[in-house]
């Protein structure tokens, strides 16, 4: 059964930092990886998805990267802002038909950026 | 640019009752997927479609149905409900062409009392 971990559970910084997410999963066997951002009582904005067979995905101050083979996701966001402070998911999809049903979650880390 | 629409997006029930969520998916997205976010926790798949047929199943109650219709929106209803059922109930769509990324609406919030 595949398990997403995501450390750490929460991360607190000051603004202008770089800062890195990770995400592991326990069954490399994945169709893609998705990384989103919940605010508190909100949807989940996807942020970045990434093929199986990509290493990584960049948009704008965010970076993705994924290492299939030791089941490992990094999200990097560059020049933190106080409008980052979010929930931030990462969730893998099995492959299968058509790979993107039962996305499985991790629990997310809360980002908190101070000004 | 169009989003999943969702509604209710707040629903307060008293437990036994019936609920039904709707969601309006992304033009031409053929697919429908229902997650379930308990308080504090991440989602829970429970159950998708793909052109108005059930294509996939996960943690959904037996109490709980669901169906996409012709135009390919869906409803998820919830009967008896209990209070364990209070959640944020997330739809998400997607083009079965694409390479699966998941398009989220912003969820109904359901509370049972």
């Known amino acids: 059964k595949q398990e997403v971990t995501q450390i750490p559970a929460a991360l607190s910084v000051p603004e202008g930092e770089n800062l890195v997410l990770n995400c592991s999963f326990t069954?490399?066997?994945?169709?893609?990886l998705q990384w989103f951002r919940q605010d508190p009582g909100k949807g989940l904005t996807s942020l970045l998805l990434?093929?199986?067979?990509?290493r990584e995905q960049t948009s704008g101050r965010l970076n993705a990267s994924l290492d299939k083979s030791s089941g490992r996701s990094t999200l990097y966001i560059a020049a933190s802002q106080p409008g980052d402070s979010a929930t931030y998911l990462c969730?893998?999809?099995?492959?299968?038909?058509?790979?993107?049903?039962?996305?499985?979650f991790g629990k997310g880390t809360k980002l908190t950026v101070n000004p | 640019a169009a989003g999943v629409i969702q509604s209710p997006r707040h629903l307060i029930k008293e437990k036994r009752e019936t609920a039904t969520l709707k969601c309006y998916p992304i033009?031409?997205?053929?697919?429908v997927y229902w997650y379930q976010q308990g308080p504090g926790q991440d989602p829970q798949f429970l159950i998708s479609?793909?052109?108005?047929?059930?294509?996939d199943k996960g943690s959904i109650p037996d109490r709980f149905s669901a169906q996409q219709f012709s135009d390919y929106h869906s409803e998820l209803n919830m009967s008896s409900l209990e209070l364990g059922d209070s959640a944020l109930y997330f739809c998400?769509?997607?083009?079965?062409?694409?390479?699966?990324?998941?398009?989220f609406g912003e969820g109904s919030r359901l509370t049972v009392l």
């Open positions: 479609f793909y052109e108005k047929m059930q294509s």
């Open positions: 969730a893998v999809a099995p492959p299968g038909q058509g790979g993107s049903e039962k996305l499985v």
């Open positions: 033009p031409r997205h053929d697919t």
């Open positions: 998400a769509s997607s083009p079965s062409e694409a390479a699966g990324e998941l398009f």
């Open positions: 990434i093929q199986s067979s990509q």
């Open positions: 069954d490399s066997a994945i169709y893609n």
